[in-house]
């Protein structure tokens, strides 16, 4: 006899570890996403591809400021600490931390109202 595969068991992991219609699941990916890219570039993850699709379609959805989207890119894609992203931003670490708040909640409510997981 075969070995059953089951292709959709590395998707529903993805989908359990990052769930977009929770803060804490889009706030897990973000601070992941470089290991997320990686794992589609390096390994050709298809599934970490579908997810990154999900996270950029969110947040175009989710009709987020400019400075949230600012902040977002300061803080999760150029790793910078909020108190530098501050400075850069020119506001202070507490707007930083409001704006990433936010925005985490407007993207995930954005999937609530969809229904996504």
């Given at each position: 006899?075969?070995?059953?595969i089951d292709f959709?068991?590395?998707?529903?992991?993805?989908d359990d570890a990052y769930p977009l219609d929770?803060?804490?699941?889009?706030?897990?990916?973000?601070?992941?996403?470089?290991h997320v890219r990686e794992s589609r570039f390096l390994r050709g993850?298809?599934?970490a591809s579908l997810l990154l699709l999900d996270l950029a379609q969110?947040?175009?959805?989710?009709?987020?400021?400019?400075r949230q989207k600012q902040a977002l890119k300061?803080?999760?894609?150029?790793?910078?600490?909020?108190?530098?992203?501050?400075?850069?931003?020119?506001?202070s670490q507490q707007?930083?931390?409001?704006h990433v708040r936010s925005a985490i909640q407007r993207i995930a409510h954005v999937n609530?109202?969809?229904g996504v997981a």
């Open positions: 006899m075969g070995k059953v959709s068991a590395k998707e529903r992991r993805l929770s803060e804490r699941g889009i706030y897990a990916l973000l601070t992941q996403l470089h993850d298809y599934d969110s947040i175009e959805e989710a009709n987020l400021t400019h300061l803080v999760f894609i150029h790793d910078y600490i909020q108190k530098d992203a501050a400075h850069w931003m020119n506001i707007a930083v931390s409001d609530e109202e969809k």
